[in-house]
């Protein structure tokens, strides 16, 4: 069964988080707004507060312009997309500078290695396979995203720091997770310190229904330091693994539709965002819709900071020539023309005062295509 966390039901029934713990309380539940209950429970409070329950497909939650599916013959591999989560300080950065092989970490003190919220490695051996990661800040990026029925991440890297073990927001991670029906890696980080123990991690994720093959489960778990770089090939060997599991594809001959991941204005360039393309090819140029807004693709610029002419599916770029600055989750989707993205725009603004009178929570079921 899905679950949610009280906090993500009140938003999408633009309640207060503390007015729904207090209507569970009189259920005779305790539970915290971060917390997830239940469906069941969900549709209680639902109806307590006097909304209606809709159940939608996918194609209505995603308000973009098409509910066209690519054909299977058009679908290519593309690379995993990945999201790190984790305890505050228990190595999130860290973990990802070391897997890019720079140091983000020290450029953003000294302000020379520009951060961008996503990014693709390429793994060293014969095969070169790509990975792209999300470098969300906290948890609210992954949950604002799903909020809006984005959901690119594939794959989530649980970051335990094997000192300090199960914390609040490695508890909220797992619930995130769980609710989005993606599947877990775990990283117990910080192994070469020497008051780590893994093992406790082990036998206290336990408790959080999290079930590491060394624990004889079927969650990936491996043991790393973002420090010495110890583990960190294992790490990228499991995600792999997984992804292969998944059979990752999308069709890149297309007009392309992305989400984007972080947007701000700039003050040289104007508003930006960091897209990831989900299918087809983004291309310098482009005229699209994003969000409830137009514009044409100005420039690419690639996680490296180059300029780039396209991007193709799961690659994070940043693009130029935004109408305005969207909000995580927006869809960026390529029309023919700038009357098309007119329509498009509007159809969005109409679907968006829809959503605010109804009630539309999402069925994660048909979102990921975690194989079976
Ligand atoms: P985040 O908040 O999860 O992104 O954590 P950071 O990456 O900022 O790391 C928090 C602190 O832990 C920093 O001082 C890092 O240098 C340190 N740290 C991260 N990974 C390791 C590790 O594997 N070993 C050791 N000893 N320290 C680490
Ligand atoms: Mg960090």
Known sequence: PEAITVQELANRMAEKGADLVKAL???????????????DTAELLVEEFGHNITRVSESDVDISTEEDVDPEETLKPRPPVVTIMGHVDHGKTSLLDALRGANVTKG?????TQHIGAYQITTKGKEKQKVTFLDTPGHEAFTQMRQRGANVTDIVVLVVAADDGIMPQTIEAINHTKAAGVPMIVAINKCDKPEANPQKVRERLLEHEVIVEAMSGDVQDVEVS???????????????????LMELKANPERFAEA????????????P????????GTLKRGDTFVVG?????????????????KEAGPATPVEVLGLGGVPQAGDMLTVVENEQRAREVAQYRQEKATEKRTALAPTNFDTMFNTSD
């Open 25 to 39: 309380f009189n259920m005779g539940m305790m539970v915290t707004v971060n917390q997830t209950i239940d469906q």
């Open 108 to 112: 953003e003190a000294g302000g020379i």
């Open 226 to 244: 973002a420090k010495t770089g110890a583990g960190l090939d294992d790490l990228l060997e499991k995600i792999l693994l997984q992804a292969e």
């Open 259 to 270: 989400t984007v991941v972080e947007a701000q204005l700039d003050k040289g360039r104007g």
């Open 272 to 279: 930006v965002a960091t897209v990831l393309v989900n299918r």
């Open 292 to 308: 409830t807004e137009s514009g044409r693709v100005r420039a690419l610029i690639d996680d490296h900071g180059k300029q780039v």
